[in-house]
T-cell receptor, first 116, second 113 residues
């Protein structure tokens, strides 16, 4: 149980285009989802927290107009990188927390974004 | 605010030897503590967690960790390393409101045959 999927696993795009990454909880309802960014050989940096049906809460320094997050249902959250540039290239990982009684985050497999 | 410090960015052990990964935390409230493992180009897998109760926590793949409040530590151990244990390990502490995780810098484990 507690499986989280991400799609796509890898994406290559041209500079200036937008890319959407999906995060799905497959066997549980996720009231809260988190989006992280991980640079090579580094730890995970929390970008934003999203709750189903409400606006995402972004961490300090993360541009909300550049990284659009939508959490439209209890099993799906999306991250859209708008007008991507090479510096946006990174490994993006989502995680999901089940209903409020659960203290554990379950992580997706990650999406490798390369912007040319 | 919570934070985690992992001592040692890289640990190399022989197959069959003890694995010890160190984690110290800082928290103004009783912490929830986690160890995650990450294999190359993959997401994170939960190894074990401490919330309340017994301070010695057993996880998957033979790992265990002990919560020591007096030392503000949550070190991860495995008695006998296996080649498949080669990976990146992250210690994390959670707040108790929205359960945001703060991660340590990570420790890379290599296992020598």
């Amino acid at each position: 149980g507690a499986v989280v999927s991400q799609h796509p696993s890898r994406v290559i795009c041209k500079s200036g285009t937008s890319v959407k990454i999906e995060c799905r909880s497959l066997d549980f309802q996720a009231t809260t989802m988190f989006w992280y960014r991980q640079f090579p050989k580094q730890s995970l940096m929390l970008m934003a927290t999203s709750n189903e049906g409400s606006k995402a809460t972004y961490e300090q320094g993360v541009e909300k107009d550049k990284f659009l997050i939508n959490h439209a249902s209890l099993t799906l959250s999306t991250l859209t990188v708008t007008s991507a540039h090479p510096e946006d290239s990174s490994f993006y990982i989502c995680s999901a927390r089940a209903l409020p009684s659960t203290d554990t985050q379950y992580f997706g497999p990650g999406t490798r974004l390369t912007v040319l | 605010a919570q934070s985690v410090t992992q001592l040692g960015s890289h640990v190399s052990v022989s197959e069959g030897a003890l694995v010890l990964l160190r984690c110290n935390y800082s928290s103004s409230v009783p912490p929830y503590l986690f160890w995650y493992v990450q294999y190359p180009n993959q997401g994170l897998q939960l190894l074990l967690k401490y919330t309340t109760g017994a301070t010695l926590v057993k996880g998957i793949n033979g790992f265990e960790a002990e919560f020591k409040k007096s030392e503000t530590s949550f070190h991860l151990t495995k008695p006998s390393a296996h080649m498949s244990d080669a990976a990146e390990y992250f210690c994390a502490v959670s707040d108790l409101l929205v359960y945001k995780l703060s991660f340590g810098a990570g420790t890379t484990v290599t296992v020598r045959a």
